[in-house]
């Protein structure tokens, strides 16, 4: 299973970007997806996930309410939009799939919890 993001870049703050990750080699829409970000000198963290069929999404406390997840099952994307960026949202940003919750509305939060990893792309917020 291969997962390619796309998206990021440099914006002001206050900006927006709408991040988009393409699944193949797999069965996208069993799995549950999930958004993470590492920023430099800290762990990769939790920012967002969707259950297999988007019946249930999950946030970060951080971007609850500024970032939307949502998926296209007949595409094979995931995407993540992202509004009211701030200078602490600058991190890669990773997109992930987990086969373990598929068939369920469980979202996991924790890395370990992934089995598949797209290669990251760099979202930097200026102030």
């Known amino acids: 299973v291969q997962l390619q993001a796309s998206g990021g870049g440099m914006v002001q703050a206050g900006g927006s970007l709408r991040l988009s990750c393409a699944v193949s080699g797999g069965t996208f829409s069993r799995y549950s997806m999930g958004w993470f970000r590492q920023a430099p000198g800290k762990e990769r963290e939790f920012v967002a996930g969707?259950?297999?069929?988007?019946?249930?999404?999950y946030y970060a406390d951080s971007v609850k309410g500024r970032f939307t997840i949502s998926r296209d099952n007949a595409k094979n994307r995931l995407f993540l939009r992202m509004n009211s960026l701030k200078p602490e949202d600058t991190a890669v940003y990773y997109c992930a799939a987990d086969r373990l919750f598929t068939g369920t509305q469980v979202i996991g939060m924790a890395p370990i919890a992934y089995d598949y990893w797209g290669q990251g792309t760099q979202v930097t917020v200026s102030s």
């Open positions: 969707i259950s297999w069929n988007g019946g249930s999404e």
